[in-house]
C-alpha cells in the first residue's frame, strides 16, 4: 500500500512537472490577452473596467486585471504564473510591455 501511494505521488510529481512550462506559457498569453483588451476597452472606449470584462472570454475569468494607478495602462495577472502590463499611449492606442 505505502509503496502504491509513493509511485503514485512520483508520477503526479513528473506529470506536474512536465504540463508547468506549457501552463506558464498558456498563462501568460491569457494575461497578455485581458491585459491588452482591457486596455483598449477602458482607454480607447472610455468603458469601465467592470463591463469591459463582461465582454472577454469565459475561460478568461481566473485571470486578474486592473487599472494602474501610476498612468494610463492595465496590469493582468494568474497568481503566481504570469503576469503582464498593457499601456496606453495616445494616439497609437495600447500596447503589452516586453
Not at 59 to 66: C, G, L, N, Y
Request: hydrophobic share 50%; glycine share 10%.
Amino acid at each position: 500500500m505505502k509503496r502504491l501511494l509513493v509511485g503514485f505521488l512520483l508520477i503526479a510529481a513528473g506529470a506536474g512537472a512536465w504540463y508547468l512550462p506549457h501552463l506558464r506559457v498558456m498563462t501568460d498569453v491569457g494575461a497578455g490577452y485581458v491585459a491588452k483588451q482591457a486596455c483598449s476597452c477602458v482607454f480607447v472606449g472610455e468603458r469601465s473596467l467592470a463591463s469591459c470584462r463582461a465582454d472577454m472570454l469565459a475561460s478568461m475569468e481566473s485571470v486578474e486585471a486592473e487599472v494602474l494607478v501610476s498612468g494610463e495602462g492595465v496590469r493582468a495577472w494568474v497568481p503566481l504564473l504570469a503576469d503582464r502590463t498593457a499601456r496606453h499611449e495616445a494616439p497609437y492606442g495600447c500596447t503589452l510591455e516586453p
